[in-house]
């Protein structure tokens, strides 16, 4: 069943019409994530980390009842019924007046193996029957039809304040004049 009105009774236009901004953040583990919200935080955002979809709609209410009206989420996208609604969840945002814009990160695999090497944090799919290679490939094919629903940035070759500046950025541009230069020097 599709995610409606009767999953979040509350959620509804605000009064006065204004639109409220909604960033959420998703991306394999060790994309930059972190980096991503902190920035947000630093630009005026309110700040969540790690939120399961199931409670999107309703944080997100309750925050505009708070008189939040720029909020920034990173999602928790490993859980199997996550990702499965994750384009409803953006239109029921949508329909309810939120401006909601999805921000998928991603890295080259050894990029990401080096990076969980250098900080010696666990990768969450990893376990002594998995690699960390195959950890990183099992999360990446979790994600696949999450990658459609949103704007995809590779992190692999961007220093930490690369990232902020280029998330600065993206917020700072309306969604609907966004270009998207491709160059090749092959």
């Known amino acids: 069943r599709a995610l409606d009105e009767r ?3 509350q959620l509804r236009r605000p009064v006065g019409g204004g639109m409220m901004d909604l960033i959420l953040i ?6 930059g994530k972190g980096v991503a919200l902190a920035a947000l935080e ?3 955002y309110y700040s969540a980390s790690h939120l399961p979809l ?5 944080t997100v209410e309750y925050l505009r ?3 939040q009206e720029r909020i920034a989420v990173t999602l928790d996208l490993r859980t199997d019924h996550g990702i499965a609604e ?3 969840t953006l239109a029921v945002l949508r329909e309810a007046g939120w401006n909601v814009r999805f921000l998928m990160l991603d890295a080259k695999t050894d990029t990401l193996v080096k990076r969980f090497s250098e900080t010696r944090r666990r990768h969450p799919f ?16 979790q994600l696949a039809e ?9 992190t692999s070759e961007l220093p930490a304040a690369a990232l902020r500046n280029w998330v600065k950025d993206f917020v700072s541009v309306d969604p609907s004049k966004l270009t998207l230069l491709f160059e090749s020097f092959g």
Not at 127 to 141: M, P, V
Not at 146 to 154: C, I, N, Q, Y
Request: hydrophobic share 30%; with cysteine; glycine share 16%.
């Open 7 to 9: 999953d979040c009774p």
């Open 26 to 31: 998703g991306g394999v583990s060790g994309s």
């Open 42 to 44: 630093d630009s005026g």
């Open 54 to 58: 199931p409670l999107i709609l309703e």
């Open 65 to 67: 009842r708070a008189g």
């Open 86 to 88: 994750l384009g409803k």
């Open 126 to 141: 990893s376990s002594e029957s998995r690699t960390l290679t195959e950890a990183i490939d099992h999360e990446r094919g």
């Open 146 to 154: 999450a990658r459609l629903l949103g704007t995809v940035l590779d």
